[in-house]
């Protein structure tokens, strides 16, 4: 187990290194000059030598790999730079919008996750009845359905209609609820689908009919018995859907005017502020390998089957 926490932890490093070549790679390969940018912001685009200046003052002169260097030495210290649009520390601007789209994910992964163990484990126990069928249908109704139509639609059935909640802004406990069953409903889709074939398989095994011939209960056997044994296989699920919902958070905030993450990075995108691109897109390159990392860990660690084989290996 332990070497095997260290392999994946040196894994995890090299993916982070990779991370942090890639997001730097795709800002500098844009096309178009940044100094000009900034000299177009900064209402300087005519006064002479003014591009000139700000290309030595951010280091466009220096070669690709000084500057690369430049910039992962200052990351690795948590300094993201200064924002080419508004001249803000782009670590304050991060600190201040990261609590909401942390927020904003966890809240989907728990909504996901009860709405999906529900789902499936009910369908499961009527296995070919109404309601097996219409968790069938949730399911791929759920995943084929893009986030920002389940947005759309829950602001207008909810907020519009029915009036019970804020349609978009913060107004206390309310204003995530529609967030949430939005960046949680192709999640919740996709892992009931998980649970209710992995339920199948497992009351089909012999230690299910072994539990039926001493007498014990459906509800008994798929509880205590079927549900540990498809932990393994959720939890893979889950970590995957819980990086896909981080992306999801760049369509959803905006949807309902939240200033988070999500929406600093379309900001940056769509100014060009290519310190603010580079910061938010390692951040969730970083947060997509870390949670593949807690996810294995935690498959190996409540999988006896899998560390028997690492064991062997």
């Known amino acids: 187990m332990l070497r095997y ?12 290194f990779l991370a942090s070549v890639v997001c730097f790679t795709l800002v500098v390969s844009s096309p178009g000059n940044v100094a000009v940018l900034i000299a ?55 600190m201040n919008r990261i609590t909401v789209t942390g927020m904003l994910v966890a809240g989907g992964a728990v909504v996901a996750t009860v709405a999906s163990l529900v789902l499936g484990f009910i369908g499961a126990f009527w296995p070919g009845g109404i309601t097996d069928r219409a968790v069938r249908g949730f399911a791929l109704v759920g995943a084929s359905t893009p986030t920002f139509f389940v947005g759309a639609l829950v602001i207008f059935m909810f907020a519009v209609i029915l009036n019970l909640v804020p349609a978009v802004g913060f107004n206390g406990l309310k204003s995530w609820i529609l967030p949430w069953i939005t960046v949680a409903v192709l999640p919740a889709a996709v892992l009931s689908r998980v649970v209710r074939v992995g339920l199948e398989e497992a009351m089909a095994s012999p230690y299910v009919l072994t539990a039926k011939s001493k007498g014990l209960s459906r509800f008994r056997i798929m509880f205590r018995d079927a549900l540990p044994n498809i932990t393994p296989i959720y939890i893979n699920a889950l970590g995957t859907q819980i990086g896909l919902m981080t992306a999801a958070a760049i369509i959803v905030e905006p949807l309902f005017a939240w200033q988070g993450m999500g929406d600093y990075f379309l900001n940056g995108v769509r100014f060009r502020d290519f310190m603010v691109v580079q910061a938010c897109l390692l951040l969730f390159l970083t947060f997509f390998i870390v949670v593949n990392l807690v996810v294995d860990l935690t498959v190996m660690a409540t999988d006896p089957r899998i560390r028997r084989q690492r064991s062997g290996a």
């Open 40 to 94: 177009e912001l900064r209402g300087m685009i005519g006064s002479p030598g003014y591009v000139e200046q700000i290309e030595q003052e951010i280091g466009l002169n220096k070669p690709l790999l000084i500057r690369y260097a430049d910039w992962l030495g200052n990351v690795i210290q948590g300094d993201f730079g200064i924002s080419y649009r508004t001249g803000h520390d782009v670590n304050a601007d991060i």
């Open 5 to 16: 926490t260290g392999n994946r932890l040196q894994q995890s490093v090299v993916l982070l």
